[in-house]
């Protein structure tokens, strides 16, 4: 009886103990950067697809020299989507794995969380992918971030702004929505009513669902009897498709404009292409250059499927401008780090694309002192004031079962629409 | 060394956090017999009372009355003790499986509301002002992270205490009557309903009170905190440490959340690193596995129940 007493005691210190001890050899390579993702949950697809393109930055990063000397190391922790879990990973990655930042935290709850419990209090930069929620921009106005808080996702105001403007371009004037009862739902719903209502459209019904749900019947009857001309879908792709499947048996128009988070095989699959065809769909768009480019086609010939997905883009981006932050700092601590961030924006800096041999170009320029200017997957990465930062929209579109571009909205036109609104 | 000893402050004020919510559940359950499938509401109503009566207000809130803290943790367990005794009227004589399924109705309610209730609790953005207890003392993470612990201990040994002297009680032993036999108890003239009803209103102000103090060392509360999974762990907790036993409750929170942790840390270690992404599988697995484990080793949990608890029963 003793025996299993003291047995368990030691099982459950030795879990949290054991590893920690042998992570005490205090080297400066390899230089590590911590990575929180919903790997197990509702998530896990684009968890996958996220740590997918983390793991080939992390490849460009280290063939084009690494930071100061050192390479980089990718130290993955599943968040499993629950806060309390989220924040043990990143403190035990900030205290025992004494990463250099925490990148990842795709959901603003994990994003929320790990900012007041460890990225603040320990004086580490948080560099999230997929945040979209404009509490940050609110929380970081507060001063309440230290500045440590920075995302490669432009917030939801723009792709709502895109997303209306598609909707009336293609001629509708009458739309009802759907949306989760989350950040992202509520965020694009608020704004994408906002900048709709400005150019003259209406929302004529709006029904929020709570996401994993069978079923989405109940749902699909209020929209129906607002008798839209089109229907707004904001979900991820399970269930995008269980209301859609819904939403078109019961009679539903196929004339549909879907969210970023539907940009997906496995959406047109589950869907049938056949009724997709009048789909329009929006997001985030990369300035159609080298730079998303020659991403894309890394990401191909090393996954063998193309970047589509809510957050791969700027998870490569923001392990890259990490790396380039770390390289132009002084040293490694938080806030040396967190100083050096908006260094690689450079307005009269040389353009560094993506890719090996541009990281290799921008450490030969950095080791000069010169100024550089990052223009990624996702474009021109510009942190504004709060860590956040805007860019153009795309509109997609899906042909014979394939995922198509349609044509982009500039960043410009984005800003002058969101102003039109603000009015 | 300083880093591990750092985390290991954290932990173990996570673990006696979760504790307090254990020892609560053990009181309902342990010794009562009351099968509530809806821990996570009451974590839920006691984290966002502190965060409604004790953040500093802000736009498009209706709460946040910027109140002392301890005037929140205080509201947060009378909060929870308003919300026990309404729930506990309405279901207190359901049995089991029933009782189950009616709090888990409650408990995923109230998360829903907390999403849905903007004005009130933020919804799916979250409160982000959170005050924590004398956190202008000291901006360092060490020191605050002590003082946190300390408050912890002495939280946790109160409620320990206090546990231990009820549950030896008469009042204790009619709990334990109850759910051993409740028709031979009812005829022995308790009343059943009334006593039921207290265990679990004080059950349900030990997990508030334990959401409250989550929510004020977090700093951040979004429903996302409250997900059925969180009942799930506690639930483990107590039943790996050994219902009926207040030890087993602590022990058990140790061990489950070192388990849900500490496997994590662990495929770090061992996947290698182009494996990383499937690392998360095996942890789930592993948890599981573990879980299942030490369950089939030690049924009734690491601790068991004691047999004879009154201090009297071996005088004469």
């Not at chain 1, 080791?367 to 153009?392: C, H, L, M, Q, S």
Request: charged share 15%.
């Amino acid at each position: 009886m003793k025996a299993y007493y003291a047995g368990s005691i030691a099982l459950g210190a030795l879990l949290a103990l054991v590893q920690p001890v042998a992570a005490q050899r205090t080297a400066a390579c390899p230089v590590k950067i911590g990575i929180t993702l919903p790997l197990s949950g509702s998530l896990a697809s684009v968890a996958k697809a996220t740590s997918e393109s983390a793991n080939l930055a992390v490849e460009h990063v280290n063939a084009g020299g690494g930071v100061k000397g050192c390479p980089i190391q990718l130290i993955v922790r599943d968040d499993q989507n629950q806060p309390n879990v989220g924040v043990d990973a990143a403190k035990y990655m900030a205290e025992v794995e004494r990463v250099s930042l925490i990148t990842g935290a795709l959901t603003s709850s994990i994003v929320g969380a790990v900012l007041t419990a460890v990225a603040v209090p320990n004086k580490l930069p948080l560099v999230s992918s997929c945040a979209s929620a404009e509490t940050f921009t609110k929380m970081a106005e507060e001063g309440r971030t230290n500045g440590l808080f920075f995302r490669l996702y432009a917030t939801v105001r723009t792709q709502a702004a895109g997303g209306a403007k598609a909707t009336i371009d293609a001629g509708y004037k009458n739309v009802a929505m759907i949306y989760p009862t989350n950040d992202l739902g509520t965020g694009v719903a608020t704004n994408y009513t906002r900048v709709l209502e400005s150019l003259g459209g209406k929302v004529v019904a709006a029904v929020p669902f709570n996401e994993n749900q069978p079923s989405y019947r109940a749902e699909v009857n209020q929209l129906l009897a607002a008798k839209p001309d089109a229907l707004l879908i904001v979900a991820f792709v399970q269930d995008g498709a269980t209301i859609t499947r819904e939403w078109l048996s019961l009679g539903g128009t196929q004339n549909l404009i879907l969210h970023n988070g539907l940009r997906s095989k496995e959406y047109v699959r589950a869907v049938g292409a056949k009724f997709l065809e009048k789909a329009v769909g929006f997001d985030n768009a990369a300035v159609a250059g080298p730079g998303a480019d020659a991403f894309t086609k890394a990401y191909q010939t090393k996954y063998n499927t193309a970047p589509n997905g809510p957050c791969i883009l700027p998870q490569y981006d923001a392990i890259i401008v990490s790396s380039l932050a770390m390289n132009i700092a002084p040293d490694l601590s938080g806030t040396a780090i967190r100083d050096s961030v908006r260094k690689i924006q450079d307005p009269k800096g040389t353009v560094i694309g993506t890719g090996p041999a541009a990281y290799a170009q921008a450490l030969a320029l950095i080791k000069e002192g010169k100024p550089i200017k990052y223009v990624g997957a996702t474009g021109p990465v510009e942190f504004d004031r709060n860590g956040d930062v805007t860019g153009p929209t795309l509109v997609w579109n899906i042909r014979n079962g394939e995922l198509g571009v349609e044509k982009t909205y500039s960043q410009e036109e984005i800003a002058t629409l969101l102003q039109k609104s603000a009015k | 060394m300083v880093g591990l000893l750092s985390y290991l402050i954290f932990f173990l004020t996570v673990v006696l956090i979760f504790g307090i919510a254990t020892m609560g559940l053990n009181l309902q359950w342990g010794f009562t017999g009351l099968f509530n499938a809806g821990v996570v509401g009451f974590f839920a109503i006691g984290g966002y009372t502190v965060a409604i009566l004790s953040a500093q207000p802000q736009a498009g809130l209706i709460g946040n009355f910027g109140l002392p803290w301890v005037v929140g943790l205080l509201g947060a367990m009378v909060v929870s003790a308003l919300a026990a005794l309404i729930i506990g009227f309405a279901t207190v004589r359901l049995r089991g499986d029933y009782l189950a399924v009616a709090t888990f109705g409650t408990a995923m309610s109230i998360q829903i509301v907390a999403l849905n209730w903007g004005a009130l609790t933020g919804g799916s953005q979250g409160m982000v002002s959170v005050t924590r207890p004398l956190q202008h003392l000291t901006r360092d993470a060490i020191p605050y992270n002590v003082f946190f612990l300390l408050l912890m201990l002495a939280c946790t040994t109160v409620v320990y205490v206090g546990l231990e002297r009820i549950v030896r009680s008469p009042w204790g032993r009619v709990l334990r009557a109850l759910r051993e036999d409740e028709t031979a108890a009812i005829a022995l003239g308790k009343n059943a309903v009334g006593y039921r009803l207290q265990a679990f209103v004080v059950g349900a102000v030990l997990i508030g009170l334990s959401g409250a103090l989550y929510v004020s060392y977090v700093g951040f509360v979004s429903p996302a905190d409250f997900v059925p999974m969180v009942t799930f762990q506690l639930w483990a907790m107590l039943i790996v440490g050994g219902s009926g036993n207040n030890r087993g409750a602590l022990l058990g929170s140790l061990v489950v959340w070192a388990i849900w942790t500490g496997s994590g840390a662990l495929m770090v270690k061992l996947v290698p690193p182009n494996y990383q992404t499937q690392g998360a599988a095996l942890q789930s697995i592993l948890i599981g596995l573990l879980l299942v484990v030490t369950l089939l080793y030690r049924p009734r949990g690491i601790i068991g129940e004691q047999a004879v608890v009154s201090r009297h029963a071996g005088d004469d």
